[in-house]
């Protein structure tokens, strides 16, 4: 590395790019950014029911990082997992494709979001589908595509019975997002499944409060129910998952619900990097003080979903949302600057512009600046929010193009897989080998 001053950000997620984004525009000469990031790209969480619903393509809920920074000489991308770090030498060591680096720092931002916990549960690590990467929702919609292309070949009435339902573990908002895409998709893609009945196929929701989406006024979250029972999804409330495995979900009350895809939308566990970082932690999050700074670590500083951070507005903690790490960014990008320049920092304010979510084609819910909307409203304001949030013009283009597309075409059925050439004759040998088990509950791979 030059012999520049770095601040590192770790971390390539809402609140990493926002904050890379911003310092590029304000550092003074001499500072640069370094963003280092497991992935290559950005991927824009809110979207991947979407991608399960196949409204849009993964590739355009993803967009590469180099292409949001400028580069040159104010900024530089590494991908890369940071593996530890040390805050006396001022140094983050991360594993590169060219081996294991170190970076030094002035600054350094921890932006590294948190894991899926599948151990909340029992066996939700080997029989449910996390939703959390833009792999998993791909994952989930060829699961789909494949047991419908399944039933088609079954006779057994409780099979088929058993493969046609899917599970949604959590009433939240992706709980409530990906059940309406799951559903919706479903229902269209029978037409080209003529021995699939649409009463053969089935989702159901299951939530361990009185009702869904409490982040949010009663009355949308009943709204939401509302609409979801209208195109038969199953709502389960005061219902708690105790245990998981390949025959569905057994219920706290001892309740059984069969269902051979269960799709988990609960339980955020720290990101392993904290566990060996001398910070302040609750809740599993790094508490900071009201400008991000970490207390006690000088240069260190968190935001996003890796921090919890009070929002001066309300007093209260900052919710782990997009929204809330995008304005993170943005304040703290001017408190870096404002500490290399020696000025007092901020303490993070924000108002809250509202929470929405979709709960399926034309259908959602959403309370926006003391606003309660439903149905097609709430839907049309989601994506144009939405839209706007998208980061680059042409991805922008892109997925209003898809949108558009989706509303007057049928959603897209591919089931694809990526078998390359040398592995395609060893392919022939499965079918086979799962026609064998068809009457023996499945593992999840
Ligand atoms: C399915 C789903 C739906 C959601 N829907 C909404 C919604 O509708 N509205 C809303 O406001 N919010 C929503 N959220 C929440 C929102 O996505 C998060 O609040 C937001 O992504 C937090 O941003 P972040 O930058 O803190 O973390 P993330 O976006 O999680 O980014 C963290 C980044 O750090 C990288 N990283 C982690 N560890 C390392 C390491 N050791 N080295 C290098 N890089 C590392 C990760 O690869 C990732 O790129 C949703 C989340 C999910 C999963």
Redesign the pocket.
Known sequence: MPAEKNIVI?????????LARSLERQLPQGWRVVL????S?????????EVVGASVFPEHVVAPIRQMLRGGTRSQFVM????SIDPERRCVR?GTLAGIQDIRYEHLVL??????NLDLVPGLADHALP???VG??MFIRNRMLQRIARIELETDPAVRRRLGHFIVIGGG??GV??AGALADFLRGATRYYPRVRTEELQVTVIEGADRLLVELPKSLGLAAARSMLARRIEVRLNARAAEVDAGGVRLATGENIAGATVIC?IGTRP???LEALPVPRQRGRIETAPDMSVPGMSGLWA?????LVRNGMTQQFA????????AQ?RSLARNIVAAIEGRATQAFRHESKG???TTGHLKGVASVFGLRLHGLPAWLL?RAY?LLLIPTAGRKVRIWLEWTWSMFFAADITHLRFTRTNEADAETARPAVEALSKSQPQRQP
């Open positions: 770790v971390g390539g997620g809402f609140a990493g790019t926002t280092v990031s497991e992935e790209y950005t991927t824009f969480n809110p979207m991947l029911a890369g997992r940071v593996l991360a932006a590294f979001g948190t894991r899926a939703l959390k990467l998993d929702a908002f992706s997002e990906v939308t990101n392993p990097l935001l996003g979903d890796c921090a919710p782990p949302t997009a929204q809330f790490a995008v960014a929470m929405m979510a989601w939405y």
